[in-house]
């Protein structure tokens, strides 16, 4: 659940970038960061050691330089998480429970929107 999760707060971020203030979009990139990729983070996504230090790099200029963060400071990670929502997470969590209770919940507010 935590590489979908990762990856709905990432895409958002990224496609709402320009419409963002940079105070606010640095807050969510912090927000992001620790929520899903900083060693030992809550809901930690699994993506490789230079992933991991490519975005970490990103936040550390941006926190002891004031640099601004580009737009694609997650696109690594977003891509990471991509493949592993296609290969295996997005299946397992579809026959969860969890799943199941998400789209129950889901249809009660929004049966269009429900997967065929």
């Known amino acids: 659940i935590e590489h979908y999760y990762f ?3 990432a895409e958002k971020w ?3 970038f320009e419409d963002l ?3 606010e979009r640095e807050e969510k990139f912090h927000f992001i960061f620790d929520t899903f990729i900083a060693r030992g983070a809550l809901m930690s996504v699994n993506i490789g050691h230079d ?3 490519e975005v970490r790099q990103v936040r550390i200029a941006n926190v002891m330089d004031e640099k601004d963060i580009p737009p694609n400071a997650l696109d690594s990670c977003i ?3 991509y493949g592993l929502l296609c290969s295996d997470s997005w299946s397992r969590f579809r026959r969860s429970g969890l799943y199941k209770t998400y789209m129950g919940a ?3 507010r929004h049966p269009s929107m429900l997967p065929e």
């Open 7 to 9: 990856w709905r707060e």
């Open 14 to 16: 990224k496609n709402g």
């Open 21 to 23: 203030e940079a105070e």
């Open 51 to 53: 992933t991991f230090e």
């Open 79 to 81: 891509k990471a998480v």
């Open 106 to 108: 889901s249809a009660s």
